[in-house]
């Protein structure tokens, strides 16, 4: 191989173009090796890091970690067999994990699991349990419901930027 006069070597156009699809192959490996560890070290995208209503008598009880009972929360309705509920996941739970930071504000109930009778809270909210649904619930009290994916979205939004009238 030939140098140059300051003693570097010449290096070929072949050499170089490999150097260069190696340093690409390194750098994709690395950017998805980075994304999954990330991936796996998120934890708001996974329903068991929410504290869940267990069953239907409690929907209009709810406690924070002392004990203390809660006056102004989210309950978000979905089941394991829900599509809808299954398509906006990741979008649900990220802004429920944002609605968590301060205080104890969203809450989950799995309708596939969920103990006690349905009724108790399908004479409060007037309706049938569908899924996916949001039940605001207001000084205690039950105030509205939800249902559907691109509603249940839209409001979660509105409560997380502060522009939902009865949480302002």
């Given at each position: 191989?030939?140098?140059?006069?300051?003693?570097?070597?010449?290096?070929?156009?072949e050499?170089l173009?490999?150097?260069t699809i190696?340093?690409?192959?390194v750098?994709?490996?690395?950017?998805?090796a980075?994304?999954f560890?990330?991936?796996?070290?998120?934890k708001?995208?996974?329903y068991d890091?929410?504290?869940?209503?267990?069953n239907?008598?409690d929907?209009?009880?709810?406690?924070?970690e002392n004990?203390?009972?809660?006056?102004?929360?989210?309950?978000?309705?979905?089941?394991?067999?829900?599509?809808?509920?299954?398509?906006?996941k990741?979008d649900?739970?990220k802004?429920g994990?944002?609605?968590?930071r301060g205080?104890d504000?969203?809450?989950?109930?799995n309708?596939?699991n969920?103990?006690?009778?349905?009724n108790?809270?399908?004479?409060?909210?007037?309706?049938?349990?569908?899924?996916?649904?949001?039940i605001?619930v207001?000084?205690?009290?039950?105030?509205?419901?939800?249902?559907g994916s691109?509603?249940?979205?839209?409001?979660?939004e509105s409560?997380q930027k502060?522009t939902?009238e009865?949480?302002n």
């Open positions: 191989m030939a140098t140059y006069k300051k003693g570097f070597k010449k290096q070929n156009s050499l173009l490999l150097k190696v340093v690409i192959i750098s994709v490996i690395l950017i998805v980075v994304a560890v990330y991936d796996s070290l998120t708001w995208k996974n890091n929410y504290q869940t209503v267990n239907y008598s929907v209009f009880n709810m406690k924070d004990g203390e009972e809660i006056s102004d929360y989210v309950i978000y309705l979905y089941s394991n067999t829900c599509e809808s509920c299954d398509r906006i990741n649900v739970l802004i994990n944002k609605l968590n205080d504000m969203f809450f989950l109930l309708t596939s969920i103990e006690g009778d349905s108790l809270l399908i004479n409060v909210i007037d309706s049938s349990i569908v899924t996916p649904m949001i605001i207001k000084n205690g009290e039950y105030y509205e419901k939800f249902t691109t509603l249940v979205l839209s409001i979660l409560i502060s939902y009865p949480y």
